[in-house]
């Protein structure tokens, strides 16, 4: 099946500081990518949509300037966290849909972000 | 509105034994798609099962099954002959067609453990 990437897998940094993540579809074109974002024994929490080329829509009360969503080609979109504190500390999964073929929607493995 | 319920947070079932893990959904759209993943304790999304509003019979996946009621809105997980792998985070999802854009919501889960 289709494999989507993130990068880093882990991340540990300093409050204050800004985090890059990255998510990757290694073998299909993404028109739509999603981010999502999970809490200990939580479920998946949908934070945005982005599709290449225009800007990312946010879902109800999570902060689009917070949140930075770059989709800048077919496979690959990023999410910034700036000034991150520890409540962001969480687990970051992107998933991206494959529009083409299948019409799926792939999961990467997702990113452990700490904030210290 | 929770569009998405599991009402059992968490199951246990005798190794080799059936279960079944409840998923009720909400929707107006008349085109959606549901899903079940599996979320091992690495955290990567497992996809498991797919069931098309429109698809006439249940799902089936090995010894994964879907129990599909459209009328009572349920989508239920039949995991037949359990093994300890089986042991994980089971997530149902729904995809609404339309106005949903393709965005794909979660419920709470439900933490399966297969007993040896």
């Known amino acids: 099946g289709a494999v989507v990437s993130q990068h880093p897998s882990r991340v540990i940094c300093k409050s204050g500081t800004s985090v890059k993540i990255e998510c990757r579809s290694l073998?299909?074109?993404?028109?739509?990518m999603f981010w999502y974002r999970q809490f200990p024994k939580q479920s998946l929490m949908l934070m945005a949509t982005?599709?290449?080329?225009?800007?990312?829509?946010?879902e109800q009360g999570v902060e689009k300037d917070k949140f930075l969503i770059n989709h800048a080609s077919l496979t690959l979109s990023t999410l910034t966290v700036t000034s991150a504190h520890p409540e962001d500390s969480s687990f970051y999964i992107c998933?991206?849909?494959?529009?083409?073929?299948?019409?799926?929607?792939?999961f990467g493995p997702g990113t452990r972000l700490t904030v210290l | 509105a929770q569009k998405i319920t599991q009402t059992q947070p968490g199951m246990f079932v005798q190794e080799k034994e059936a279960v079944t893990l409840d998923c009720t959904y909400d929707?107006?759209?008349?085109?959606?798609?549901l899903f079940w993943y599996k979320q091992p304790s690495s955290g990567e999304m497992i996809f498991l099962i797919y069931q098309g509003s429109y698809d006439q019979q249940n799902a089936t996946e090995g010894r994964y099954s879907l129990n599909f009621q459209k009328a009572r809105k349920s989508a239920n997980l039949v995991i037949s002959a359990s093994q300890l792998g089986d042991s994980a985070m089971y997530f149902c999802a729904m995809r609404e067609g339309g106005t949903g854009g393709f965005k794909t919501i979660f419920g709470a889960g439900t933490r399966l453990f297969v007993k040896a």
């Open positions: 998933s991206a849909r494959e529009s083409l073929r299948t019409d799926t929607q792939y």
């Open positions: 929707t107006s759209d008349p085109s959606y798609g």
């Open positions: 982005s599709n290449e080329g225009s800007k990312a829509t946010y």
């Open positions: 073998d299909f074109q993404a028109t739509t």
